[in-house]
């Protein structure tokens, strides 16, 4: 299929275009990528996505698609001869998707949490409820990969792709506030995850650098409003 007939709408420091951009990756999908400048919005994409009016959108023969992880989900039921990204067993199935809702309701609002938090004593707090948070997705790791190198087994899955998009930011969210929420010591399986994670072939391409993102982090954080 040429790259004509398949387009995405996205900004390179988005996780959730890059989850986008990892299935697309996974099942060989040519694709145009038509970055979205930061602070407007294209026509293209207020017409495409006109509830929201966020990216990303997947542009499917001119046919849009929005939201992160249904963008995912239709890649993989459009693209049936790559790799699969959902699990076959339905409970499998309704286990990833769980955690992949988990880490979009809780996780990532928690790790923004810490990154916009003022004072250390509201800075500690965050710090520690997002830790506990990755205990949790410790153990999901390690019931969802059933001993393999992934969420999804020995393959990148619909969970690697749901949590590993966010593997940049909270680096970048790391090394900006001194602390780690994930080593080899207390959470061994997230932590070699990770590496593995982003060095596989369809994600290495797509993962900003943790100083690019911490540059790109300080200048939001700047554009915020001053609190009372």
Not at 24 to 33: A, I, R, T
């Amino acid at each position: 299929m040429a790259a004509s007939d398949v387009k995405l709408l996205g900004a390179w420091p988005s996780p959730f275009v890059m989850r986008a951009r990892i299935a697309l990756n996974l099942k060989s999908v040519e694709y145009e990528f038509l970055e979205e400048k930061f602070g407007s919005k294209s026509d293209l994409l207020l017409k495409s996505n006109p509830v929201y009016k966020k990216i990303p959108v997947l542009l499917h023969h001119n046919r849009p698609i929005c939201e992160s992880l249904i963008i995912v989900q239709y890649v993989e039921e459009t693209w049936t001869s790559g790799p699969s990204i959902l699990p076959s067993d339905p409970y499998d199935c309704a286990i990833e998707r769980f955690w992949a809702a988990y880490v979009d309701d809780k996780f990532f609002p928690s790790l923004v949490g810490i990154a916009k938090a003022e004072g250390e004593e509201k800075k500690a707090e965050a710090i520690e409820q997002t830790k506990e948070m990755v205990v949790l997705l410790e153990n999901a790791f390690k019931e969802c990969s059933k001993g393999g190198e992934f969420f999804g087994g020995e393959r990148i899955g619909f969970l690697d792709i749901a949590l590993g998009s966010l593997v940049g930011w909270v680096r970048a969210v790391e090394s900006m506030n001194g602390f780690q929420l994930s080593d080899k010591e207390t959470t061994p399986g997230l932590a070699r995850w990770a590496e593995r994670f982003c060095t596989h072939e369809a994600v290495k391409e797509v993962m900003p650098g943790t100083e690019k993102l911490i540059e790109f982090g300080k200048m939001l954080l700047s554009k915020l409003p001053p609190t009372n």
